[in-house]
């Protein structure tokens, strides 16, 4: 089965810097996301992204926040200044055409941990 | 808004035993889709099944069998025969024709299966 491929599996940083979380999506996937879990608690979505642009952003996704599309494969997600409460297992997923009826395929995560 | 609701934090299933997990939710969108995932300890996330709001019938897929019941707006998993392996956080989720594609995810179910 086709798979979504996160790097890295693990990412450990410093308060206050920059991290990218990287996703290769699904080829003929159209439809992409982040989530994020933090440790013991639910899934929560973050941010879904449709024709080189964010279609929908959750109340978590602030300014420090932001996704991007470099190139026709990899979808990232970066932190322009991290904070301790940034400390999760960030998802990345993708699904085909049709969203609503569709599963969406779930990456295998990148934990974050912020020092 | 839209909202899912597992009121079972933790759940306990001899092996080779059935097992229901709960899961009702609230959304205002006529079309929508349930699912189900399973977390085991290491993390990833795997789609376990799916019910549209207008199939007849209850999905099933293999083990995995969903008792969707509309009007109750309940969605709950059944497993048939437990497995050791089956021991793993499980979410419920749903995603609405109006929600842009993003699933909004339950508090998860931990099950534990004894031998």
């Known amino acids: 089965e086709p798979e979504v491929t996160q790097t890295p599996s693990h990412q450990v940083t410093q308060m206050g810097q920059e991290v990218i979380l990287r996703c290769v999506p699904i080829?003929?996937?159209?439809?992409f996301y982040w989530y994020r879990q933090i440790l013991g608690q639910k899934v929560e979505f973050l941010v879904s992204?449709?024709?080189?642009?964010?279609?929908?952003k959750s109340e978590i996704f602030d300014d420090q926040f932001s996704v991007e599309r470099p190139d026709g494969s990899n979808f990232t997600l970066k932190i322009r200044s991290t904070k301790l409460e940034d400390s999760a297992m960030y998802f990345c997923?993708?699904?085909?055409?049709?969203?609503?009826?569709?599963?969406?395929?779930f990456g295998s995560g990148t934990q974050l941990s912020v020092l | 808004a839209q909202k899912i609701t597992q009121t079972q934090p933790g759940m306990f299933v001899q092996e080779k035993e059935a097992v229901t997990l709960d899961c009702t939710y609230d959304?205002?969108?006529?079309?929508?889709?349930l699912f189900w995932y399973k977390q085991p300890s290491s993390g990833e996330m795997i789609f376990l099944i799916y019910?549209?709001?207008?199939?007849?019938q209850n999905a099933t897929e293999g083990r995995y069998s969903l008792n969707f019941q509309k009007a109750r707006k309940s969605a709950n998993l059944v497993i048939s025969a437990s497995q050791l392996g089956d021991s793993a956080m499980y979410f419920c989720?749903?995603?609405?024709?109006?929600?842009?594609?993003?699933?909004?995810f339950g508090q998860g179910t931990e099950l534990s299966v004894k031998p």
């Open positions: 997923a993708s699904s085909g055409v049709r969203p609503t009826n569709e599963k969406l395929f």
């Open positions: 080829s003929n996937h159209l439809y």
């Open positions: 992204f449709y024709n080189n642009e964010i279609s929908e």
């Open positions: 959304t205002s969108d006529p079309s929508y889709g």
């Open positions: 019910q549209g709001s207008y199939d007849q």
């Open positions: 989720a749903m995603r609405g024709d109006n929600q842009g594609g993003k699933l909004i």
